[in-house]
Nanobody, 115 residues
Framework: QVQLVESGGGLVQPGGSLRLSCASS????????MGWYRQAPGKQRELVAR???????KLADSVKGRFTISRDNAKNTVYLQMNSLKPEDTAVYYC?????????WGQGTQVTVSS
C-alpha cells in the first residue's frame, strides 16, 4: 500500500511560482511512473506531468516551458516546479503513482492563481 501526501499549494499572483511536493510512504522507485494531475471546477482531471522510473518525462502542452517534474528517489518524493503561473492553472493538483497492479492518488492540494 502506498500513501501519497501533497504539499506546497496556495495562492499566488499571475507570473509567480510554486513548487509542489509529493511524499510517498513507500519507495517511489517501485512505481512504473509518478505523475501530477489537476482538476479545475467543472472540468475533467487532466495529466499535467509524468516521470517514469527511468527518468523520462512528459508534460502537457499547456505547461511546457513553464513546469518541470522531478523526483528524488532517496527522499521518495516527486516535485512539480511551476513557473510563470497563469489564472488558468488554478485547480486542485493530485499526485499519482502507477505500479503494475495499482494506481494510487494523493488527497490533492489547491493551487489558486489570482491577482
Amino acid at each position: 500500500q502506498v500513501q501519497l501526501v501533497e504539499s506546497g499549494g496556495g495562492l499566488v499572483q499571475p507570473g509567480g511560482s510554486l513548487r509542489l511536493s509529493c511524499a510517498s510512504s513507500g519507495s517511489i522507485f517501485s512505481a512504473d511512473a509518478m505523475g501530477w494531475y489537476r482538476q479545475a471546477p467543472g472540468k475533467q482531471r487532466e495529466l499535467v506531468a509524468r516521470i517514469t522510473r527511468g527518468g523520462f518525462t512528459k508534460l502537457a502542452d499547456s505547461v511546457k516551458g513553464r513546469f518541470t517534474i522531478s523526483r528524488d528517489n532517496a527522499k521518495n518524493t516527486v516535485y512539480l516546479q511551476m513557473n510563470s503561473l497563469k489564472p488558468e492553472d488554478t485547480a486542485v493538483y493530485y499526485c499519482n503513482a502507477q505500479t503494475a497492479t495499482a494506481n494510487y492518488w494523493g488527497q490533492g492540494t489547491q493551487v489558486t492563481v489570482s491577482s
